[in-house]
């Protein structure tokens, strides 16, 4: 009777199905998490690139137009391809620091951004007084295709401020 006891207990021909048991959640779950956070990242990049890209476009200009903003937004949209535009919000503004605030003279937006208006605050020693400046900004909401380890959607916002390269002053016209 012992012998046969012994001999199971010394089997390990099911070891590695075992292991394989407890070690296989943990991988698939590493993997998820892996996957989707980087996919999250690339997001948060290309929104980051967008609002620079965007505000580097009008920072070269001397004047936009409403078909001229138009084009930008597109670039932004063309950016964040493969993933989805839909939940990308973009605004570009322009802001002109005056003795006792800083105020807005343009802003255009697309998608989910509204436009500003009235004064604005910018970052101390920015701007001087009778400087210009362009806002550019990005939201993008990401959304895991898995969503198992990121079951929420996340939402990346971006900011940059520049200056304008050509003329003191960035007109719009309309």
């Not at 401020?161 to 309309?174: A, V």
Request: with cysteine; hydrophobic share 40%; glycine share 6%.
């Amino acid at each position: 009777m012992l012998t046969p006891l012994r001999r199971w207990a010394r089997d390990r021909r099911g070891s590695a199905a075992v292991e394989f048991a407890f070690v296989a959640p943990l991988m698939i779950a590493l993997y998820y998490g892996l996957s989707e956070t980087t996919i999250g990242m690339m997001c948060d990049r290309r929104a980051s690139h967008v609002a620079f890209t965007i505000g580097d476009l009008v920072a070269q200009d001397t004047q936009v137009s409403t078909t001229e903003m138009t084009d930008v937004f597109n670039v932004g949209k063309t950016i964040m391809t493969p993933f989805a535009t839909t939940t990308l919000g973009m605004r570009v503004t322009s802001v002109k620091a005056g003795a006792s605030s800083t105020t807005v003279v343009w802003s255009k937006t697309s998608g989910s951004m509204s436009a500003l208006s009235g004064t604005v605050t910018v970052p101390t020693g920015l701007l001087s007084t009778g400087d210009t400046l362009i806002i550019a900004e990005s939201t993008y909401v990401y959304t895991s295709p898995v969503q198992k380890m990121l079951p929420t959607p996340i939402t990346f916002n971006q900011k940059f401020y520049l200056r304008p390269r050509k003329t003191t002053e960035i007109s719009f016209t309309s």
